[in-house]
């Protein structure tokens, strides 16, 4: 008889006292008493040596121990595959996969899978839960449909517990559709029960439909006559969807029944209930649980932190901090990125990155989650440095590591282009854009860099992206905030045409759910682009509307100077209970301010404080002051920007500035550019503004000594350009512009429209060509401005009776207006010109501003 000489003493002791007969039993007894994975292989060997390897009971003991005692998945393995396929000896094959899931090997498990099958070994109804769990947590449809398609050839499509598995497999592929068909199969078989609804409600959480996810929840008392009562685990499934929609009244009635049922002394259902409260804002009702849980974890802990955050009480959020440690709660990464997370949202990045610090004092290291949060942060506060310093960290820890998970670096990369879009560089966000493979690029990525475009005023590099992502066949279907950023870019440009396009879009592709969202954009932009009847036709026939949508109404008729429809829009919005925001009156002022309405426009102002309980802040000081400038009561002005209760601020002087030049009243001009000068105010407007005061008073010295500080202090100023629609897309202009192709055509034309106004009265007012030169020599300036040049365009290529579009990037030059009003009455078209401050609908010689412009 062989023995190793490397087997435990006691062990040879027993071996050597036996007969031959018995040494299989006994080494087959001293397999389950193994402890390690040298005793296994001793045991094996032995057994090897003896030739007492080749029974089916030999090697499913060998298997056991290396599975149990040895904890040696790949020996178990070796051993199994000389097993012959036995019905008893399914479970071995079912421990090793559930061993693989347990190591987080999930293509090892399906492997294995595969390598059962061809060993001629039929799974049982344990088999098949495991393999599923690994498909849906890789995720990978394609294997998990090819189990499932095992399942049904082998017969368990009536196997309660398999088909619980696939719908929920199904769920986490993102596969919504076959999980519903393998579940609704189920119920007309009535072999469903409570797991086979909880995992369908969990597959709607999961794929962000939670109102779905809430209706299933509702039907599974009402189909199920009540057989299948809410479990726990429905209670954890569905408060999150009621979090995600604000459903706060169907939160509480399923935190109820938690209480009617005992369930709340589970700390999950605990943790969800105070999840579900925080994130619909009620954080009062959160505490008061929260203060009541008999168990606290750091969930618990981290679910209010967040909370607390999310609503921009961050001060509350690091006292809940201080109190974790006092309590001796470690705090996590979670509970870190959680308050980076809420300054970053509520804009107080530097407040973000601070945290930061802290969490890096203590040692921790940042996850990914945090990592997007503070780049979050640093996008908000324009933080290019320690936007940069993040990119670095990034590199090194995340996008440089293998095996790195392709989502989180790309969250990570997302939040890289929108730091640099945000911090102005949008080339450097343009480059990290175009590094990623096409087929790679997700809608959020395309989704931040159209906003980066757009909210910089790129916006035809913000569209032309936007048309790019839906080309071709690896296309995107854009989200909701997609479209908002591309209708922020058409508003920019005035562009009608591409608008009304992407409005078609919306239309074709149902997006109900986000209707709201995209309806107030449309509104936006139909107003900003020249058209507020189709945004009134926009807001008549939306389902349900907020105070964005009344306010975007109102500011649209403001900006086309219909003061009367704005405050009409107001009322209205009164009428039906809706309260009026500081934002609301901002708008309310800026209308009355665009229609001369000076009288309406003090009484809300007056108003604001003592009927409406809001105080009046900076902004609505600064319309005040535009629209008395206006109206040519400087005084005025000047006494209410003296009697404010906080420091004026640039665009307060800048009102009153812009008041002065139109009125030429150059001592409080000179005035108010002092101010500006003092807050170092940056831009090319405020010196703009003050030369041409200087101008229009004939003081060409203090015109030249403005000219000169603007070159000394290397201020540029902007060159006033304008561009008109036009079918084929839109064409640009600047002053004395001759580049383009029908330039002849376009001056003839222009040259024989001021002749014929001539003939009707029109003098040139040439205080508006700001060069100290003979008026004779203004005369033929102003004639070649780019609004002018855009308006002959329009004329020469549109049909008649077509309305001509013309966008400027500054206000209209004056006499342009007053040669613009005069070619109203001599061609069959509207002119509808924006400027920097409003809109002009020229018709039949008037304008739509009656002069407030």
Not at 63 to 73: D, I
Not at 210 to 221: K, N, Q, Y
Not at 718 to 745: A, I, M, N
Request: net charge neutral.
């Amino acid at each position: 008889m062989l023995l190793h000489p490397l087997l435990p003493s006691q062990l040879q002791n027993q071996v050597q006292n036996l007969t031959f007969s018995t040494l299989s039993t006994s080494l087959l007894h001293l397999l389950k008493q193994c402890k390690s994975l040298t005793q296994a292989k001793l045991l094996h060997q032995q057994l090897t040596v003896n030739g007492l390897t080749s029974s089916p009971t030999t090697l499913s003991r060998l298997v056991a121990a290396y599975l149990n005692g040895a904890a040696s998945p790949s020996h178990a393995l070796a051993s199994l595959e000389r097993l012959p396929p036995s019905p008893l000896s399914v479970f071995y094959w079912n421990a090793l996969i559930k061993a693989h899931l347990r190591l987080g090997s999930l293509h090892g498990a399906l492997g294995l899978f595969g390598r059962m099958r061809g060993l001629g070994w039929r799974p049982d109804g344990y088999t098949f839960p495991y393999v599923l769990k690994a498909c849906g947590e890789l995720p990978s449809f394609r294997h998990g449909s090819s189990v499932h398609g095992v399942v049904c050839a082998l017969g368990f499509e009536s196997n309660v517990y398999v088909c619980n598995a696939v719908v929920a497999m199904y769920g986490r592929c993102g596969a919504l559709e076959n999980a519903r068909q393998v579940f609704d199969e189920m119920s007309r078989r009535g072999i469903g029960d409570s797991v086979s609804w909880n995992s369908i409600v969990s597959a709607y959480v999961q794929n962000g439909e939670p109102r779905t996810a809430l209706e299933m929840f509702v039907e599974m008392g009402l189909d199920s006559g009540y057989r299948f009562r809410a479990d726990a685990v429905s209670l954890v499934n569905i408060l999150p969807a009621c979090a995600a929609i604000g459903a706060c009244g169907r939160g509480k009635q399923v935190h109820g029944y938690a209480v009617r049922n005992g369930l709340l002394e589970d700390v999950f259902v605990a943790n969800a209930v105070v999840d579900m409260y925080a994130k619909c804002g009620l954080m009062d009702q959160a505490t008061q649980f929260f203060d009541r849980m008999e168990v606290k974890d750091v969930v618990s802990w981290n679910a209010m932190v967040a909370g607390y955050s999310r609503i921009g009480r961050c001060e509350e959020a690091l006292c809940l901090f201080e109190k974790m440690v006092d309590v001796g709660i470690e705090l996590n990464v979670v509970t870190w990125s959680a308050v980076i997370a809420g300054y970053a949202q509520r804009g107080f990045g530097y407040e973000a990155i601070n945290v930061f610090r802290r969490m890096q004092i203590c040692g921790l290291e940042p996850n990914v989650v945090t990592l997007v949060s503070l780049l979050s942060g640093c996008a908000s506060a324009g933080a290019l440095l320690q936007g940069k310093e993040t990119h670095c960290y990034a590199i090194k820890r995340v996008l440089s590591v293998d095996g790195c998970d392709t989502g989180d670096e790309m969250m990570v990369i997302n939040g890289l282009i929108d730091v640099y879009s945000k911090c102005r560089r949008t080339k450097v966000a343009r480059t990290i854009f175009n590094s990623i493979a096409f087929e790679k690029r997700n809608v959020v990525t395309w989704t931040v860099m159209i906003g980066g475009y757009a909210q910089l005023g790129d916006a035809n590099d913000a569209l032309e992206l936007f048309s790019d992502m839906l080309k071709g066949d690896n296309s995107l279907v854009p989200n909701e905030f997609t479209i908002s950023c591309a209708l922020m870019a058409c508003a920019r440009l005035g562009l009608l045409r591409f608008g009304r396009q992407i409005h078609g879009y919306v239309l074709r592709n149902r997006y109900e759910t986000v209707m709201l969202f995209i309806a107030n954009c449309l509104i936006d932009m139909y107003a900003r682009s020249g058209d507020v009847d189709a945004a009134r036709i926009v807001f008549e026939t939306m389902c349900h509307r907020n105070t964005v949508s009344w306010t975007s109404l109102m500011a649209g008729y403001g900006m086309h100077g219909q003061g009367e429809e704005a405050l009409q829009v107001f009322e209205e919005m009164r009428s039906i209970g809706l309260m009026p925001d500081g934002v609301t009156f901002v708008v309310v002022l800026y209308a009355c301010s665009h229609s001369g309405m000076i009288g309406e426009a003090i009484k809300y102002f007056d108003s604001m404080s003592s009927k409406f309980g809001v105080v009046p802040g900076i902004e609505h000081y600064a319309c005040m002051v535009d629209l008395l400038g206006r109206s040519g009561r400087l005084n005025e002005a000047m006494k209410l920007i003296e009697g404010m209760p906080m420091e004026p601020n640039p665009i307060v002087w800048v009102a009153l500035l812009s008041a002065c030049r139109i009125h030429a009243h150059v001592e409080i001009g000179e005035y108010a550019a002092n101010k500006l000068l003092e807050l170092e105010s940056e831009g090319d407007g405020s010196y703009t503004l003050l030369s041409n005061l200087y101008a229009n008073a004939g003081r060409w010295k203090d015109v030249a000594r403005i000219r000169s500080l603007m070159k000394y202090t290397r201020i540029k100023k902007r060159p006033g350009c304008s561009w008109v629609q036009g079918k084929k897309g839109t064409t640009t202009f600047y002053v004395g512009d001759r580049s383009h192709p029908l330039s002849q055509e376009i001056y003839n034309v222009l040259g024989d429209l001021i002749h014929r106004i001539k003939a009707l009265g029109y003098v040139p007012e040439t205080s508006f060509a700001l060069h100290d030169v003979e008026d004779e020599e203004k005369g033929d300036t102003l004639y070649e401005h780019s609004e002018k040049l855009a308006l002959a365009f329009g004329i020469l290529t549109s049909p008649p009776g077509m309305p001509i579009r013309i966008t400027k990037n500054m206000r209209v030059c004056g006499d342009c207006h007053n040669a613009i009003t005069y070619i109203s009455k001599i061609i069959n078209h509207e002119i509808i010109l924006r400027d920097a401050s409003r809109f002009h609908h020229f018709k039949n010689g008037s304008c739509s501003c009656r002069g407030y412009w």
